[in-house]
């Protein structure tokens, strides 16, 4: 699969731990796109990044939430002190710089548990 | 900030029936408006997708209608298949050059 890849699929983590996720996109996208899905919704946006840049960041995204891309290739997204309400699947897509930010391909997700 | 409303939360067909899913949303800035089917435990996975100057798109049995005066869009499938069953989300490229608004989804059931 030469798709967007993430990992890890699964995290279960205690509650107040950190945990990092990470996110390689498709290698010639330069945008790149955090969103999280709770059960029964649809994705909500978190962030993006053009190249190395974060050019937006959703009000979702609190304090405890960081993100990076250093190089402009794998991007990070790091939860400090996990809260049971984070529990979400974390999904990371990428797009071209010439595409709308919709045509967008995702990866499977990081699916977090906080018990 | 946009906000998409999507109906109806789950719908059960019959194999060879058509289904329609409706959205709605509320900034009159948005111009794209794509469809996401997702399966059980995978990815979003764009299926078809309509720009702001046309009013509708058909790909085999998928199509898309666009109504920006009401401000609604809508996913018609003809004929469907036990393996269309999936989660169908709308989306609406809210004026950022860089985010998409996801509505809740809708749970596609058909039956064979």
């Known amino acids: 699969d030469t798709g967007v890849s993430q990992n890890p699929r699964h995290k279960i983590t205690k509650r107040g731990q950190n945990v990092t996720f990470r996110c390689d996109p498709i290698?010639?996208?330069?945008?790149l796109y955090w969103y999280r899905q709770t059960l029964g919704q649809g994705p909500e946006f978190l962030t993006y990044?053009?190249?190395?840049?974060?050019?937006?960041k959703s009000r979702l995204l609190s304090d405890r939430f960081s993100a990076e891309r250093p190089k402009g290739s794998f991007s990070t997204l790091e939860i400090q002190r996990t809260e049971q309400g984070d529990s979400a699947m974390y999904l990371c897509?990428?797009?071209?710089?010439?595409?709308?930010?919709?045509?967008?391909?995702f990866g499977q997700g990081t699916r977090l548990t906080v018990v | 900030g946009e906000n998409v409303e999507q109906h109806p939360s789950t719908l059960s067909v019959q194999e060879g029936d058509s289904a329609v899913i409706k959205c709605t949303y509320s900034?009159?800035?948005?111009?794209?408006f794509p469809w996401y089917k997702q399966e059980l435990g995978k990815r979003p996975q764009l299926i078809i997708d309509?720009?702001?100057?046309?009013g509708e798109k058909k790909d085999q049995r998928i199509a898309v209608t666009l109504n920006k005066t009401a401000k609604h869009f809508s996913l018609h499938i003809t004929e469907t298949q036990p393996e269309d069953s999936a989660v169908y989300f709308c989306?609406?490229?809210?004026?950022?050059?860089?985010?998409?608004?996801f509505g809740k989804g809708t749970l596609l059931t058909v039956n064979p």
């Open positions: 990044f053009q190249n190395e840049a974060q050019l937006e």
């Open positions: 309509i720009r702001s100057n046309v």
């Open positions: 900034d009159s800035a948005s111009n794209y």
């Open positions: 290698s010639e996208h330069n945008r």
């Open positions: 897509a990428s797009s071209p710089q010439w595409a709308n930010a919709a045509e967008a391909f």
């Open positions: 989306a609406a490229h809210g004026g950022s050059n860089y985010k998409l608004t």
